[in-house]
């Protein structure tokens, strides 16, 4: 099905990782029409690749690689073949047909924390300004959301790591919440070597990850009741005089209300909700207090949770009262999970943002960008559906008829993942644009072939906020178009003018600049010309002679009055603890062969060989108590679907915990069993904690 | 609708907290006006803490549970330093001690417990007061005596080896005072402990400097001397710090003629025997429950707010678990259920483990496969988990053993020779890359770490495999030896 590959002869391209938001460095050079993929030394990753890395170039020539446009105008037909101007041409038409007899809004946009940020920003300006409307949100929304919406409440500003990854490496003291760096991101482990050396590393996991058997202490709370743990070695800073009383009174405000809900989680008490010891918790904040260079990190763990926002808020009020951030040599991050999940987040994909990290409800925000876009500020729509209300809605009464993915496989990465297949199957019209036929496309009715990371230009902005530029290595196979391009198609088929939205990765990218000009995150100092020179530019860089922001709030943090504000939070625990019926708590997570719903990884038949399928990691105490052994297949059962797993009997788990990867396909699923209760602030599902239970697969009973 | 005019008489934690629940479920007061009485002259705090505060360890207003803009901020009136004298229930009134009449249509009882005094001769004076150089330890006010009285070095008894008279022993102790616990029972904490286990705790607390009389009364107090014991020895005391109980608040519940047994009783809505009357907290006797702890009186007063906003009212308090923890420094003690089965009990299954020498005791009761009963001390991570078991009544896991060890139980294979190692060991996560594959490696020619990174991608990833590589290379260099194997063994080291 694929072209072969032409390249030019014998060029080796720099670039970088197609998968996560460490973004290794890699070089690729084509010897023989395949595309070889070498390591190379860049600051996150130091010359290391992990196996995805590794065989990242495999995707570029899987078997199943899409070269032309598929259609079907009947659901009962399959799809065929056809041509560009026939599938784009029928798109254009339904979705004039739908948004004229049910409005703007009857047309909906999902896109991914993956996409380059011309293609987030092209995305966002499509929405709004060819279709108009308001439905537009992305993955990146299960993701990041909730680390966003803590950084934003309590420093002002949203940035996954305000300093360069490499400060890390400084680091005596380093608690990770939530976050199996070992696993999700190898080589970032590099940057952890000293604190792990020092017996400087704290890992709170519910399970024993790869990266919890580094850490001189594991805290296992059980899973959904961070935010007491957050609050008790909080308490515990106070209690055993590790406050840091300058640090606070110079630099923050709100210590007092906060102090008045953590006074009343001592470390005893917290204990008991979370398993956490009150010892551990008391020895946990003493390596952070003594050390000289300290950091808190979250990551997925802390902030998937109907309460995320408020959890991750409560490990930076951790940090605070030690402290940390603002100062060289520590301080607190977020560890960013996809390929370009900061970039993502900041250029307009997002449902209630603008250009810029702006926000679309704010007067000013709206005036700049519609100028930019050479728009009335009065036509641009206002605040959408978050992802998962916006996949929950499709199809019904007020909710969208038609959706257009670009950069996401909802069907295996949403949350109650059987109920939003039946959504998409309620649609009138489901367009998505891939290189691969993924879950998602599979329900299509129009299906466009797009290029890939290594076909195409563009830039990403990794987990510290630096911007990065990808070009292309190799030509794309003969058939595909960018993602861009597809837009601009679409663009001039619904009557706008074609300069409006350019196929051209770097013309997008000047109009980003501009667009983001004055914004939170300023890229207007950034060229392609800098990028090349290789600069290390972490945004905002608000001119082209500004050095770029490394580290942010040495001086002060980004509200008004400079100081950082501590959140008021509580605990609350899991949206659906156990019961007598599902006894047990289901949590999700990552491995390290695979990578997101695994549309690209299941695919590159040496991550398939090694984890070929899905699997429940479970006591074996629990594990006998359902009738299951190592290696059988179970079913875990919760409120909303059951998941096909194969037994993995893990001594370490906790008894009332199970685990489950999330990147396969099918009955595999684990979002098929995962609630989607959201966070009201961050609108992030509870991914991470759901009540459940265990039983054999049929024709599994001993 | 009128909002429900409800007074809280009581401005502790449960107090406090049945306030906080009310104005969860009603914030703007459109079902329920609320007014707190409160004795003590000071907000309410957490009582709680106040070891803490005794320790050294927390400022005083470290422990205030609301600042001075909360009853503002929430619609509450609150009157601190004033006392209740009665209520009537015919006319549906709360009089004040300053004459003021409060109007209910609801009163919730939270007035606590007071210390109790034993008879111990000169102890009170003739008011029935505690005698100069003696305080009880209940109040932020007792607290902030005992901290004016203690000055460093000083000698101090402490009246009552139970769990807050220990508490107060150890903080006292860590700033610095001679402490000598007096206690009438043979061992510490009898209430949560076996002897055994009070006998570990002795022992560790006197390693940590004080010192105990046990199984002996005080039988009178002379100011400025000391305490003197029933066996005519002494007990050199400039403060006695009494911690030997505390007896329900029920005052005004009694007087009001409300069925009074050791506290204020009532059934699961938390009514007394006027419905109209409601009591949590300490002075409240409720069968699910002991009294003494802060756990139960919050849940009762989100029961009570339930019912009192409308937001449930199907709300019941059937009681809460009691886990008993001794907040000591370089203390780890965790007691709950049943505690005084033996060995030989034919019905429980009862696991023990006793190292004494090191400070840990650790004893498990069960039935059914279910904890009914624990008491650990030095096991930290353990009583964690054991806790949790019992809390949610999960099946224990059936290595007994390993889950009274905790964390001391050997995590399993680390530090294996490459020989022992299975050949489907996985050394190289980051590129899934096992002995097995190093071992084919090697043999189709890769003789060398460098080599073996090569043909295998071990140690590409976060380098952290490194050391392992270079052990198996060294390995099957030895094992393996070919014409290379001299050159192996240098590139390896």
Not at chain 1, 231 to 253: F, K, P, W
Not at chain 1, 336 to 360: F, S, V, W
Not at chain 1, 639 to 649: E, Y
Not at chain 1, 650 to 661: A, E, I, K, N
Request: proline fraction near 6%; include cysteine.
């Amino acid at each position: 099905m694929a072209e072969p590959l032409t390249t030019s002869a014998l060029t080796i391209t720099k670039t970088h990782c197609p998968y996560c938001a460490l973004q290794c460095g890699m070089n690729l050079s084509s010897e023989g029409g395949s595309v070889v993929v070498q390591p190379r030394d860049f600051p996150t990753n130091r010359g290391g690749l992990c196996q995805k890395g590794w065989t990242s170039a495999a995707v570029l020539t899987t078997p199943g690689r899409l070269t032309q446009p598929l259609l079907r105008r009947s659901r009962e037909a399959p799809p065929h073949p056809v041509s560009w101007d026939e599938a784009l041409d029928y798109v254009t038409e339904r979705i004039r047909d739908i948004q004229r007899q049910r409005g703007l809004d009857a047309v909906a946009l999902f896109g991914g924390g993956g996409l380059t940020n011309e293609k987030t920003y092209a995305l966002g300006k499509f929405a709004r300004v060819a279709l108009r409307t308001s439905q537009v949100d992305y993955n990146g929304r299960f993701c990041m959301s909730s680390a966003a919406a803590a950084g934003i409440r309590v420093f002002g500003i949203d940035r996954g790591l305000p300093f360069p990854v490499t400060d890390l490496d400084d680091a005596d003291a380093v608690l990770l919440v939530g976050g199996n760096v070992a696993e999700t991101m190898p080589p970032f482990s590099q940057h952890l070597r000293r604190a792990v050396d020092l017996g400087g590393l704290v890992v709170i996991d519910p399970r024993r990850t790869a990266t919890a058997e580094q850490a001189a202490l594991h805290l296992q709370p059980a899973p959904g009741t961070d935010l007491a743990l957050a609050l008790g070695m909080l308490h515990a800073v106070v209690a055993d005089g590790h406050l840091d009383h300058d640090y606070i009174s110079a630099r923050t405000n709100g210590f007092e209300e906060m102090w008045r809900i953590a006074a009343q989680w001592w470390p005893e008490r917290v204990e008991r909700v979370t398993g956490v010891s009150a010892a551990d918790q008391r020895a946990a904040v003493r390596l952070l207090a003594r050390a000289h260079n300290a950091y808190v990190l979250t990551a997925r763990g802390a902030e998937q949770h109907a309460s995320g926002a408020d959890t991750a808020s409560a490990w930076i009020n951790l940090a605070l009262a030690l402290g940390l951030p603002g100062r060289p040599g520590s301080g607190y991050g977020c560890l960013t999970g996809q390929g370009n999940g900061q970039g993502g987040r900041e250029h307009g994909q997002k449902a209630d943002q603008l250009p810029g990290y702006r926000k679309i409800d704010d007067p000013a925000a709206r005036e700049h960008v519609a100028a930019v876009w050479g728009v009335d500020p009065a036509e641009l729509p206002g605040p959408g559906r978050s992802a998962y209300e916006l996949l929950d809605a499709l199809g019904g009464a007020d909710g969208p008829r038609a959706l257009l993915v670009f950069g996401s496989n909802p069907v295996v990465s949403a949350p109650r993942a059987a109920h939003v297949a039946e959504r998409l199957a309620a649609l009138d019209l489901l367009v998505v644009a891939d290189f691969v036929l993924s879950e998602t496309a599979e329900l299509a009715d129009v299906v466009l072939p797009v290029t890939q990371w290594a076909e195409e230009d563009g830039t990403l902005t990794n987990l510290e906020g630096r911007i990065l530029l990808r070009e292309r290595a190799i030509e794309p196979p003969q058939g595909v178009r960018s993602d861009l391009d597809v837009l601009h198609g679409l663009a001039t088929r619904l009557g706008q003018p074609a300069e409006r939205f350019p196929t051209d990765a770097e013309t997008v990218f000047e109009e980003l600049r501009r667009a983001s000009a004055g914004g939170v995150a300023d890229y207007s100092g950034v060229s392609w010309e800098r990028l090349r020179d290789g600069e290390q530019l972490h945004w905002p860089v608000p001119a082209v002679d500004h050095p770029g922001t490394p580290r942010l709030f040495l001086d002060r943090f980004a509200h008004p009055d400079g100081r950082a504000r501590f959140a008021a939070v509580n605990h609350r625990g899991p949206a659906e603890p156990p019961d007598a019926d599902f006894p047990l708590l289901a949590t999700t997570g990552r491995v390290l062969q695979h990578y997101q719903s695994g549309a690209q990884t299941r695919r590159v038949a040496e991550l398939a060989k090694a984890v070929p399928e899905s699997y429940v990691e479970v006591h074996p105490d629990t594990a006998a108590r359902a009738g299951l052994a190592e290696g059988q297949l179970s079913r875990v059962v919760s409120r909303r679907g059951t998941a096909v797993a194969r037994v993995r009997v893990v001594p370490s788990m906790r008894l009332d915990t199970v685990f489950l990867p999330f990147h396969f396909a099918g009955d595999q699923r684990a979002n098929l069993v995962t609630n989607p209760a959201l966070d009201p602030i961050s609108r992030m599902p509870e991914f991470k904690v759901c009540a459940v239970r265990l039983e054999p697969a049929p024709g599994e009973e001993s | 609708m009128r909002p429900q005019q409800v007074v809280v008489i009581g401005y502790g934690m449960a107090g406090a907290r049945f306030a906080e629940e009310v104005r969860r479920r009603d914030p703007a007061g459109e079902r329920v006006s609320l007014t707190i009485v409160g004795e003590e002259t000071h907000a309410a705090y957490n009582r709680v803490l106040l070891s803490s505060v005794l320790a050294g360890a927390m400022a005083t207003d470290a422990v205030t549970l609301h600042d001075g803009a909360w009853a503002d901020r929430y619609g509450v009136t609150v009157r601190t330093g004033t006392r209740v004298s009665r209520i009537d229930r015919v006319v549906r009134t709360v009089t004040l001690a300053d004459g003021d009449v409060l109007p209910y249509d609801a009163v919730v009882l939270a007035t606590g417990s007071r210390a109790w005094l034993p008879p111990t001769e000169g102890l009170c004076d003739e008011n029935g007061e505690p005698a100069p150089g003696v305080v009880a330890f209940r109040t932020l006010d007792d607290c902030e005596r005992i901290l004016a009285t203690a000055r460093p070095g000083a000698p101090v008894a402490v009246l009552g080896g139970g769990l807050l008279g220990l508490e107060a022993a150890r903080g006292l102790a860590g700033r610095g005072n001679r402490v000598t616990v007096v206690h009438p029972v043979g061992h510490l904490m009898e209430r949560q402990l076996d002897p055994a286990a009070g006998r570990v705790l002795a022992r560790t607390l006197a390693q940590l400097g004080i010192e105990f009389r046990l199984n002996v009364l005080a039988s009178g107090y002379v100011p400025g001397d000391g305490l003197k014991l029933a066996d005519g020895s002494h007990v050199p005391a400039d403060l006695v710090v009494v911690s030997a109980g505390v007896r329900a608040e029920t005052g005004l519940a009694g007087d009001a003629g409300l069925t009074i047994d050791r506290g204020v009783v009532v059934d699961d809505a938390l009514r007394t025997s006027d419905p109209r009357i409601h009591a949590i907290g300490d002075c409240a006797q409720h069968p699910g429950t002991i009294s003494g702890l802060v756990q139960p009186g919050w849940e009762q007063a989100a029961v009570v707010a339930d019912l009192l906003t409308g937001a449930d009212s199907a709300a019941r308090y059937t009681g809460t678990p009691v886990v008993t923890r001794l907040k000591a420094r370089d203390i780890d003690l965790a007691a709950l259920g049943e505690v005084h089965a033996e060995l030989d009990d034919p019905d429980a299954e009862v696991v023990r483990l006793e190292d004494p020498a090191r400070g840990r005791y650790a004893k498990l009761v069960l039935r059914d496969d279910k904890v009914t009963g624990a008491i650990m001390l030095g096991t930290p991570d353990a009583a964690a988990m054991v806790t949790q078991l019992y809390d949610r009544g999960m099946p224990a896991p059936s290595d007994r053993l390993a889950l009274l060890l905790g964390r001391a139980l050997p995590s399993g294979a680390t530090g294996a020779s490459p020989a022992d190692l299975p050949s489907s060991a996985v050394i190289c996560r980051c590129n899934t890359v096992s002995k097995g594959q190093l071992m084919t490696a090697w043999r189709a020619g890769a003789r060398s770490v460098s080599a073996l990174a090569d043909a295998t991608r071990a140690s590409t990833g976060c380098g952290s495999c490194r050391e392992a590589v270079c052990g198996i290379a060294q390995w099957l260099a030895e094992v393996d030896p070919d014409q290379d194997a001299a050159t192996a063994g240098r590139t390896a080291s």
